[in-house]
């Protein structure tokens, strides 16, 4: 049975007097892709940032713990933390246009990349910087390890900087919507190229992505967040065939199908500012199985609705 490598617990999220995070509790096992899913603004890339510990000043964790491999990343120094990033904990960015430095070759990049993390020669870490330019499938390496940022495709670009978290054989990616601004035939090349990561290397990818369509061919596990709440976490599989929150079964249902296409549903009203307050389930203005007398009034957890499936509603 695979461990987890990463659990967050409990972990709450203010910017000044706003609260963003509430409770939020994930756990990412070895070896697999957790997808955590949801609208933007709902918190998913402040959830990971918060595992980075790269959050703007404006944010404080009150609460909470963030434990990798059995340690508290809440507790580390930022010098502990220089040492984790890229090394054990990789990100991969939203938009890799700006990720990487215009003014250095992606070969100088990535060979600096290595040094920063191990104690290895120019030498070897040009040979190490060529293999995994080779395992992310970057064509005539010889010549692309001497070109610049800009002479490369938004695609080639994200394998760049995929190439950056293999360099440092980091055991956990952070993928924030790594398909941004690519087109469809790409965003499957970069989808197969992590996926085959996972396998090969039995490397953990926490995946953010509000693309379900794309999440339902590659996550392993799913985690749905609505303004700054876990509402529903369960395997992929059981997860689209049957999903249990109501804003999951929204989301779904706003998805084009065969079936769909000429009747799309779509979710009625936007998502809440981290300033609104909203008395009891956060996402009853919009839920259509609302019931005033409970969703307005009481907050809803997140419990064991079936085996291994859990929703936070308290009225489905």
Do not use: W
């Amino acid at each position: 049975m695979n461990k987890n490598i990463l659990e967050i617990k409990n972990l709450n999220l203010y910017f000044g007097k706003y609260q963003a995070l509430y409770d939020v509790n994930l756990a990412l096992k070895q070896g697999i892709m957790h997808a955590l899913v949801g609208e933007s603004g709902c918190g998913k890339t402040i959830t990971a940032m918060s595992v980075m510990r790269l959050l703007p000043k404006s944010a404080v964790i009150k609460t909470g713990e963030v434990i990798f491999r059995g340690e508290n990343l809440l507790f580390y120094t930022e010098k502990q933390m220089r040492k984790l990033r890229g090394n054990e904990i990789a990100l991969i960015p939203q938009d890799p246009m700006t990720s990487l430095n215009p003014l250095y070759t992606v070969g100088n990049q990535l060979m600096e990349s290595i040094k920063a993390h191990s104690s290895v020669s120019d030498n070897q870490a040009k040979r190490k910087a060529k293999e995994v330019m080779d395992l992310v499938k970057i064509p005539d390496i010889e010549c692309k390890f001497n070109n610049y940022p800009h002479e490369f495709s938004g695609g080639m670009k994200q394998r760049i900087i995929i190439a950056m978290a293999l360099a440092t054989d980091a055991k956990l990616i952070i993928a924030d919507e790594p398909t941004t601004a690519l087109d469809v035939t790409i965003q499957k090349q970069i989808m197969d190229l992590l996926d085959e990561i996972k396998k090969e290397y039995k490397t953990s990818i926490l995946l953010i992505s509000h693309d379900l369509a794309l999440v339902s061919n590659y996550a392993d596990y799913v985690s749905v967040m609505y303004a700054g709440h876990i509402v529903e976490e369960s395997d992929s599989d059981k997860f689209f065939r049957n999903p249990l929150h109501p804003y999951s079964c929204a989301l779904l249902n706003s998805l084009p199908t065969k079936q769909t296409f000429l009747n799309l549903k779509t979710i009625t009203g936007a998502p809440p500012s981290i300033q609104e307050k909203i008395a009891g389930c956060k996402f009853h203005p919009r839920c259509e199985f609302c019931k005033e007398e409970v969703c307005t009034t009481k907050d809803p957890v997140l419990r064991e609705k079936e085996y291994k499936h859990f929703s936070a509603c308290l009225v489905k």
